[in-house]
């Protein structure tokens, strides 16, 4: 989400990337992706092996509106339009409308229409 939801005015690129090599260079940082956590033993287990604990929970979805025409051809979450605009290797070749609607009062609905 730190690399590919944020428009690219505010972030450059690789910045999440090179900020999570420079961290883990610290040493003693352990990641463990793809893990669940399923009771409070295992949380419980966590916090007595290591010293400090973080749980990266992630964003899982985006609010969808739910009304007719919101699966269309061309209507597209915010979020997903951010990540590819910013994997986009040569922009000319992202399709973007002419005529185009935002829905959505937050930054990531600013960011798009950016």
Do not use: C
Request: charged share 15%; glycine share 12%.
């Amino acid at each position: 989400m730190n690399e590919y939801g944020l428009a690219s005015y505010k972030t450059p690129n690789d910045f999440a990337q090179r900020e999570v090599a420079w961290l883990l260079g610290i040493g003693g940082i352990t990641i463990k992706s793809n893990y669940m956590l399923q009771s409070l033993d295992q949380l419980s287990t966590l916090q007595r092996d290591y010293d400090a604990l973080f749980l990266g929970m992630g964003l899982a979805t985006t609010h969808q509106l739910g009304v007719p025409g919101d699966t269309l051809a061309g209507v597209q979450d915010a979020v997903e339009f951010i990540a590819k605009l910013r994997q986009t290797a040569y922009l000319g070749f992202m399709p973007v409308g002419r005529r185009v609607v935002v829905i959505g009062g937050g930054i990531t609905a600013v960011d798009a229409a950016v």
